[in-house]
């Protein structure tokens, strides 16, 4: 780039700078809606291009443009007219906002100063997409987890001001720190957590038995839908039965365990969909019963990487008090259920914004005499 090209960029005006990052931040806003579809069912994020759910329709550049399309098509399939979530719209407008808000609060018309504001609206992309994916899938993809490690290692050591420090080394320090720190203490609560109040132990009088259908588990006293007992994969329901009933067969004096993808009677490894009933004689069962998974350990790690290991410890602090609020919010609107079903990553991912654009008054109250 010349140097009367390198002025005309440097001297642009501020506004033109936060138009262009808005802009830029909803273009990635709509690869995070790919993102966000296709991650947790495995699929690829490049083939096939951008197509309707429904129907198939591939999508033409000029109907995929970031918001204004969603809007010109008032929300639906131009080519089977099926409603397109609300969420595509969102996610690339929270987007877009994110890349401005990093510009504003991070950028100058210096290069450490746009890749600075780069860096952070990047890292905000990422937290919403897996607060959109926990949500709905209650996972957080490794793409996001652990890449989100290697990337803030890296940035670490390209980018020094990531962490107000001068050196790539005092840089990469930070950065490893936080990862250590972050995975560490997100570690240490999920083990506490099993230890304490992982599993719920519930006992059967005699003559009581649990029946377990294709959508519930129904107990003397309540029937509870699976979805408020299996979060993730490894959630298992365990017990020993005195005695078995499938529809085709009885079995006595086992040990059974139901996760969402495998069903264990004995030594017998079953395919849970191909079991739509099973009534069970037992004297006690053991449910899972955790506030965090071990995504939520991989995924603090990641935030450790950029905002180092004092980001991460108020990470994990202020989203115990933002689950505490929303918890007593729940239970003030009738709906305390609601609180047994939502992941903690989005809680993680709101303290690590609070963070990243409030840190200066943080430390400042949280370290008056300095870091």
């Not at 080519?79 to 100058?108: D, H, K």
């Not at 919403?128 to 209650?138: G, V």
Request: charged residues 15%; aromatic residues 12%.
């Amino acid at each position: 780039m010349s140097e009367a090209e390198l002025t005309f960029w440097t001297r642009a005006p501020f506004m033109f700078w936060s138009f262009v990052f808005f802009v830029f931040g909803s273009v990635v806003g709509s690869f995070l809606n790919v993102c966000i579809y296709r991650m947790p069912r495995d699929l690829s994020l490049a083939k096939p291009a951008s197509q309707c759910p429904k129907c198939g329709f591939s999508i033409p550049w000029r109907l995929n443009i970031p918001i204004v399309s969603w809007l010109w098509l008032r929300g639906r399939c131009r080519q089977c007219a099926v409603a397109i979530s609300p969420r595509y719209l969102g996610v690339e407008l929270l987007t877009g906002l994110a890349f401005l808000s990093s510009w504003l609060a991070f950028g100058a018309q210096t290069t450490p100063g746009v890749l600075l504001a780069v860096t952070w609206g990047f890292v905000l992309a990422g937290l919403l997409a897996a607060t959109f994916i926990d949500f709905e899938h209650f996972i957080i993809p490794d793409q996001i987890t652990l890449g989100g490690v290697a990337a803030g290692f890296l940035v670490s050591a390209a980018l020094p001001e990531l962490h107000y420090v001068e050196r790539p080394a005092d840089s990469l320090m930070a950065s490893g720190l936080g990862i250590l720190v972050g995975a560490g203490s997100v570690f240490a609560v999920l083990q506490l957590g099993k230890l304490m109040f992982g599993k719920v132990r519930m006992t059967l009088e005699e003559g009581e038995s649990a029946i377990f259908t294709e959508s519930a588990l129904h107990l003397p006293d309540e029937v509870v839908p699976y979805e408020e007992i299996f979060f993730r994969k490894s959630d298992t329901i365990r017990l020993h039965a005195r005695r078995i009933e499938l529809i085709n067969r009885c079995c006595v004096d086992a040990d059974v365990a139901l996760s969402p993808k495998r069903l264990v009677i004995g030594d017998e490894s079953l395919d849970p969909e191909t079991v739509p009933f099973i009534k069970v004689e037992t004297e006690e069962l053991v449910i899972p019963r955790e506030a965090m998974g071990f995504g939520d350990v991989k995924f603090m790690a990641a935030i450790g990487a950029f905002v180092g290991w004092q980001g991460a410890l108020f990470s994990l602090m202020a989203s115990a008090v933002v689950g505490a609020v929303i918890g007593v919010l729940l239970i003030a609107i009738g709906r305390r259920d609601w609180s047994a079903r939502l992941p903690y990553g989005p809680y993680i991912s709101l303290a690590a914004v609070i963070w990243i654009f409030f840190r200066e008054e943080i430390l400042a109250a949280w370290l008056p005499l300095g870091q």
